[in-house]
């Protein structure tokens, strides 16, 4: 508590010469003050609530009228050894533990690896909760870049950078860059509230770092009334967001291919155009250099643009992640997001094998038929197995469909010219 009074000081949050005393000269009304940041959390919770009801009410029509549909679901066979085990441990056991396992079980090694496997994979997020998560975000970012874009369109630092330091710190601000920011400080805290919970993707802790810089950077900024390029942040970064997820929307849906890889390239060109050459070249030269024509360096200085790097780090990291989606679509292979999941490429590859594994389920597991069951084949060199054949046919699969052109195949006829996962539509 003794450090308290020392983290407000001057020197930290405003250049040299200038007092908090001389910032309550532009009135209550008219400036930023630290004490406005507490509306946050308030706020985070209502997204919180807002979300959830959003999720349960908005987001499954509309994951119906685009097609979206949950896989085929493998289900564990009940056991209540494996069960505890797989709660306490959530891992692999060891090979002593396999034997003690196999000893209580009765069960073989083979089994029950197999048990674990699908266990796992019922702990995996659904489409239509994937559709969800992607549907709120879409509806928060359009809002967002709409709003923000409507209030700084007509601003004259949104088209000379030099006016974002004109008069600094003495800037007065107005109501709708403070709901700009408070909204967005909101957002992103109710995304860390909630970030237990999500679907839990490979850059998890990419996202992490992602959501407390910018929370840092938004209630710094705000504080130091760094309020004119922050703006311009948000807005930069929400300009590419709002081609994210609707890809990702249709990428769920079933039949929505082109509208997915539409969106998939304009995002792609949007988020390298302006993360790595608009917010390097304008936003970070703009609070590097033409910042240092109005005051001299002071410790929030460097703490500001610390935390923009760190941003553009985490941007080069996702632009190796795009780069490498866009190889791979003109290659013609692009099948899911790089971001997907954790060990979703390992679910789908048991579910896709099917065949000998599971040809007596109740041994091991049993398939749960949900509301609109399926099974997800692999062709080999455009042509199914004969042992997925048998599958199919004791499955009583009225239509193969290709995953990637969509043709309708009869199971007898099954070859389209594609090295690619089928779906296989049971009666």
């Known amino acids: ?26 009135g209550d009304s008219n400036r930023p003050r630290p004490l406005d940041l507490l509306i946050a959390l308030p706020l985070a919770l209502g997204f919180v609530a807002l979300r959830y009801m959003f999720e349960r009410f908005v987001a499954p029509p509309m994951a119906r009228c685009l097609g979206v549909k949950n896989r085929f679901q493998v289900t564990a066979a009940p056991s209540p050894n494996l069960e505890s085990f797989y709660i306490q441990n959530r891992r692999e056991p060891t090979q002593s533990e396999m034997e ?38 879409f509806f928060f970012y359009l809002t967002a870049f709409v709003a923000g874009l409507s209030c700084l369109v007509d601003k004259p630092w949104f088209w000379d950078l030099r006016e974002c330091w004109r008069q600094y710190p003495f800037q007065p601000m107005e109501r ?47 504080c130091a009334n760094y309020i004119r390029i922050g703006t311009l942040v948000m807005l930069l970064h929400d300009s590419s967001d709002i081609l994210l997820e609707p890809a990702k929307m249709f990428n769920y849906g079933a039949g929505w291919r082109r509208s997915c890889d539409t969106l998939f390239v304009m995002f792609a060109v949007i988020f390298l155009v302006t993360r790595l ?17 109005v005051f001299e360096p002071f410790a929030g200085y460097y703490f500001f643009n610390i935390l923009l790097m760190v941003l ?24 899911k997001d790089e971001r997907s999941d954790e060990e979703s490429e390992v679910e789908e590859e ?47 699969c009225d239509r193969i469909i290709c995953r990637k052109c969509y043709a309708r195949l009869h199971p007898r006829a099954i070859k389209c010219g594609h090295t690619r996962n089928i779906r296989l539509r049971i009666l």
């Open 1 to 26: 508590m003794e450090m308290l009074p020392d983290l407000w000081k001057e020197d930290y949050w405003l250049p040299p010469g200038v007092t908090w005393r001389d910032m309550e000269q532009m």
């Open 100 to 137: 003690g396992l196999m000893l209580s079980c009765r069960k073989t090694q083979r089994q029950i690896e197999t048990w674990f496997k699908r266990r796992r994979s019922q702990d995996k997020p659904s489409k239509t909760k994937k559709f969800g998560e992607a549907a709120w975000r």
């Open 176 to 222: 709708a860059h403070y709901w700009y920011y408070m909204l967005e400080l909101g957002f992103y805290g109710s995304l860390l509230l909630r970030i237990s919970v999500d679907v839990k993707r490979k850059d998890f802790k990419e996202q992490v770092v992602h959501h407390l810089a910018t929370i840092f950077l938004l209630s710094f900024s705000y």
């Open 277 to 293: 050459v608009i917010f390097p070249s304008k936003i970070i030269h703009t609070t590097l250099v033409l910042s240092m024509e």
């Open 312 to 335: 553009q780090g985490l941007h080069i990291f996702w632009a190796k992640l795009i780069l490498h989606m866009f190889y791979k679509f003109l290659k013609g292979k692009l099948e």
């Open 350 to 396: 048991e579910e896709e094998k099917g065949g000998e594994e599971n040809k007596d389920p109740g041994v091991d597991c049993y398939w749960e038929k949900n509301s609109n069951p399926h099974l997800v084949l692999r062709l080999r060199g455009g042509i199914i197995e004969p042992s997925l054949k048998q599958l199919a046919q004791k499955y009583n």
